[in-house]
């Protein structure tokens, strides 16, 4: 799950999430991201369908035929196994999770 942060977190580990960004938040427990939807400080992203996307029509083909369907999935995706799997390189999905960052930010 991909949760949008609505004020400045930080973790006694040392992990800072600025505000306005969005992080699948590693390393909070599961109580802790209750606590923090609770209070309103993140919301759940709603990513929608990569179809839906300008110009992705064939990425959202290509990736459809894997079970990714969302922009959620793809960001969450292992990039290496998914590259090994389809004809884009790492670096090329690597741009292609910051495209869609970009859009559902």
Known sequence: MLYRIHSKLSTPR??????????????????????????????EVMAPPL????????????LKDLGIVTATQLIESDLIELSSRLKYTVKELEVMVLEVMEFIS
Do not use: F, H
């Open 51 to 62: 179809e839906v996307l300008p110009g992705w029509e064939e990425r959202a083909e290509n």
């Open 14 to 43: 040392g992990a800072v999430y600025k505000q306005g960004t969005i992080s699948s938040l590693p390393g909070i427990s599961q109580k802790g991201i209750t606590m923090l939807l609770d209070k309103q400080l993140i919301t």
